[in-house]
């Protein structure tokens, strides 16, 4: 078992203005990874500005005071980087990976966006990256079949006020009525450098880091008292289990069960972790070995469970199968229902545990093979934990998972009666 | 406000090198490999004669079929038994399949590598193909496609090869099949699939730290027990182009957006003009900085992104663009794109966007190939079309010494925008009349 899930430096500072740094050395190739992880998600969003923090992420390529518009992306691909920019309910981020040479080509870029983001922010340009979320909203979520499980498994999970109840991708009409004022106080509260780590990994050294991020990000003026997003670390246990039944345009009835479990970062949600690669990965887990193979009524490409890694309230533990041909939902739904009950009740055999902890250990070891998915990980670690050698816990933190935990974790957050159930029916062709 | 106005220049350049290549016969098979020191992880990934190419016209989707099969049991274990075996290790059999080849491959920490190629070759090799397995996958794939092609996009894709290349080839027909061609296999066509193609040797190909990895060992396990040599390949297919645009129209009633797949036949892998080719199509449809992204996206707003690549495999290629644009500007989207091929083809590509997309293609060479799977499926391309093991590096020059001159020639003869098929997948009754009314080509309905 190896002690370490990181074992590569990492050196830290922090500026006069609060802005973390994070530096992982690693002369292997000659590429580094920039990530800046802001702590602001669309969990700060209130209720009528739904999909606002992503709006605001993409206003981030739009241009700032001494970058033109769509100049960022021209000079980051101009200098061979791949870059991009992702938003969640937690956390937004922002990421490019370089030849090593263009470093501070890419801390420049990200210090003009932080500290000057506002004076160039125009109604135009607002106007035009609404439609093209609103294009984006349509593109994943509107026009394909089950596209809006998502959008409609949180407001089942999480109560209205909760951090967590509506999606990241908004609502049109909040959408809609996005006005510019409101995105420049957004940045002006949420995008300074006290609400922010920036992490490098590559071929580049901590001091040569530090001196550069003191150059361009040293002089942007901390914020100071930002304010929290609401407290989302007790929900109430229903009592009740939840069901909706949607009839849509899709090719087969599916079925999804999803549980409030443990937040990220958490002991309880290390053993959800392996609790869903035993219940949801891979030919051998539960659901494939029982559904799509056993009693045959799951279509097996699409069976899965998995947490999502959200760390700042109960995160959740989804499953998900689709019937095969003339299986109707019922079918479907209580043989789901079965196998999850039968966390609680059947043990995890060694095996199961071994086949679990090899797939997370792979997994893991992936997430680490390039630059990048180094970086992110160290910047969510030093964001959501204060301390990016923290990364180096999770791994063993998995391997160290008991089939003892994985039931009492199976017997108290996975109860029947405080579960979310969502089904699909096809509806009828003319 | 307290920002350096002033945009740093770049520090001195690193020098490029690609993992030193390891080529090696082995137990009649041949080993490539790439040297990743202290890489945790290795990749290993059996390369079979066997794309989609290899399918009768008929049977497409076949090798899709055969790849599920080979995970229902073994000469030595049943499925249940073998999914446990190989996840134990921690990976999953990862297979993969395109015009050229058919790839099988396995991702592990690297000291189970030689445990997990001696599964992956018990899959690939004696697979037990019992009927009823057969039988059921067969059924499961074709539902799978079913529900793959619920989706948008898929039918557009048929419909967009089927009008370049003839639906009565097989490089006229879907990839991996649509869900009746494979609805009508049999388990004798698996059978003789699995006997031609799939007991041959192959290449095996390795990506990880090879300090700790037997390179000769991995071959005996991936090429025990096979035989037959190579067979040939036919030379590259002469595509004719269309005289005229048309636009096909394939109906999705009730479609918020529209899927545009706009296209036409261009050069195979091996032609001297790929370089400047690939270029100009960065410029014009690969970058997010390209002319159709910025036009279509960052200035009108229509789509959450398009792109356009020239794409190509050993026979034949074709130059594509694809989108989702809202239903109600479909026809203006339809137009400015079509002008902005245009645009190019005539006018060619300034030094300006020209140095992006080289700097751009060339230095995402380090930055993308540095993952045991990133480094392996490079070595593929090696190995599927006849590269040197300096290709990289080579490629890499050919890219920034390009100039404007030859990239625009490139575009001149290598784009036709008055050979366009122009598919369009959304809702007919709402879009059908202003299509006709853009000019762009006669409408037909698919």
Request: glycine share 8%; net charge negative.
């Amino acid at each position: 078992m190896p002690d370490s899930g990181y074992p590569w430096p990492i050196e830290t500072t922090r500026l006069d203005n609060g802005l973390r740094v994070v530096v992982s050395e690693d002369r292997t190739a000659p590429a580094v990874a920039v990530n800046l992880w802001y702590d602001v998600g669309s969990r700060h969003e209130p209720q009528g500005q739904t999909g606002f923090a992503h709006l605001f992420e993409h206003l981030m390529f739009e241009g700032s005071v001494n970058v033109a518009k769509t100049e960022h992306m021209k000079l980051i691909q101009g200098a061979g980087g791949s870059l991009n920019a992702t938003t969640n309910p937690d956390r937004t981020n922002y990421f490019e990976t370089v030849p090593a040479e263009h470093l501070e080509l890419a801390l420049w870029l990200e210090a003009d966006r932080m500290g000057g983001l506002v004076p160039a922010l125009t109604q135009e340009t607002l106007d035009n990256q609404r439609d093209v979320v609103k294009n984006e909203r349509r593109q994943r979520y509107e026009n394909v079949p089950y596209g809006d499980a998502w959008l409609r498994l949180l407001p089942l999970l999480y109560p209205p006020g909760h951090p967590y109840h509506h999606a990241t991708i908004g609502s049109m009409a909040d959408l809609n009525a996005a006005d510019l004022a409101t995105f420049q106080a957004f940045h002006r509260t949420y995008y300074a450098p006290d609400n922010a780590v920036l992490t490098v990994v590559g071929d580049t050294s901590a001091a040569e880091v530090f001196a550069l991020a003191e150059k361009y990000f040293g002089g942007i003026p901390a914020r100071g008292d930002i304010p929290a997003a609401p407290d989302g670390r007790t929900v109430p246990a229903t009592g009740r289990p939840v069901a909706e039944t949607v009839t849509a345009d899709v090719p087969a009835p599916r079925v999804y069960v999803a549980h409030r479990t443990h937040p990220f970062g958490s002991p309880g949600y290390d053993v959800i972790t392996v609790l869903a690669a035993v219940l949801g990965s891979g030919r051998g887990s539960r659901l494939y070995q029982r559904l799509a193979d056993g009693e045959r009524i799951a279509q097996p490409d699409l069976v899965g469970a998995y947490g999502v890694d959200l760390a700042h309230a109960p995160a959740p533990l989804i499953a998900t199968v689709t019937a095969r041909p003339g299986v109707g939902a019922q079918r479907l739904a209580d043989g789901l229902h079965a196998v999850m009950d039968e966390l609680a009740t059947v043990p995890v055999t060694p095996s199961e545990l071994d086949r679990a902890k090899a797939l997370l250990s792979t997994a893991w070891w992936r997430q680490m093979s390039t630059v990048d998915g180094r970086a992110d990980t160290l910047s969510r670690y030093a964001t959501q934990f204060g301390d990016p050698a923290r990364a180096a816990e999770r791994l063993p933190a998995w391997l160290a998972v008991t089939a003892e935990q994985i039931a009492e974790a199976a017997a108290e957050v996975l109860a029947a009666d405080d579960r979310v159930t969502l089904t699909y029916l096809a509806e009828e062709k003319p | 406000m307290t920002l350096i106005a002033t945009r740093p220049g770049p520090g001195p350049a690193r020098p490029y090198r690609f993992p030193s290549v390891v080529r090696r016969a082995v137990a009649g098979g041949q080993v490539v490999a790439a040297h990743l020191p202290g890489q945790n992880l290795a990749v290993a990934l059996l390369l079979l004669d066997a794309g989609a190419e290899r399918e009768p016209v008929g049977k497409e989707g076949l090798g899709g079929v055969l790849a599920k099969a080979l995970e229902e049991g073994t000469a030595q274990r049943d499925a249940a038994a073998y999914a446990l075996a190989v996840e134990g290790l921690g990976t999953e059999l990862v297979t993969a399949l395109d015009w050229d080849s058919f790839q099988v491959s396995v991702q592990v920490p690297v000291d189970r590598l030689g445990a997990a190629v001696e599964l992956l070759a018990e899959a690939v090799r004696t697979p037990r193909l019992d009927p009823a397995d057969v039988v059921r996958v067969r059924d499961d794939e074709a539902t799978a496609l079913r529900m793959d092609w619920a989706n948008p996009g898929p039918r557009a894709d048929a419909a967009l090869r089927a009008d370049l290349f003839g639906a009565e080839n097989r490089w006229g027909r879907p990839m991996y099949g649509d869900p009746e061609s494979v609805a009508g296999l049999d388990v004798e066509d698996v059978r003789v699939f699995h006997s031609e193609w799939f007991i041959r040797p192959g290449t095996l190909v390795v990506a990880g730290d090879l300090d700790r990895v037997d390179l000769d060992a991995l071959g005996a396990a991936a090429f025990a027990g096979t035989g037959g040599g190579p067979v040939d390949r036919a030379g590259p297919i002469d595509v004719r182009l269309r005289e005229g645009r048309r636009i096909i129209l394939v109906d999705r009633p009730g479609s918020v957006q529209s899927t545009l797949r706009l296209g036409h036949p261009s050069p195979h892998r091996a032609h001297p003009d790929h370089v400047p080719m690939t270029l100009a199509g960065t410029v014009l449809g690969g970058a997010f900085t390209s002319r159709l992204n910025h036009l279509i996206r960052e200035v009108r707003g229509y789509t959450y992104g398009i792109r356009g690549d020239f794409a190509s495999s050993r026979r034949f290629g074709r130059f594509a663009v694809s989108s989702g644009v809202q239903t109600a500007v479909t026809a203006p989207a339809l137009t400015e794109a079509v002008g902005e091929i245009s645009r190019t083809q005539s006018g060619g590509v300034t030094e300006e966007e020209l140095a992006v997309a080289r700097s751009w293609r060339a230095g995402q060479l380090s930055v993308e190939l540095q993952s045991p799977r990133a480094i392996a499926a490079a070595l593929a391309t090696l190995v599927v079309h006849d590269l040197p093991d300096d290709y990289h590096a080579r490629l890499r020059e050919a890219l920034l010494a390009a100039d404007v001159d030859q990239v625009s020639a490139a575009a001149a003869t290598h784009l036709h925008p008055e050979s366009l098929t122009l598919v369009v997948e959304g809702d007919a009754a709402v879009i059908r009349d202003e299509l006709a009314a853009t000019g762009l080509g006669e409408i037909v309905e698919s």
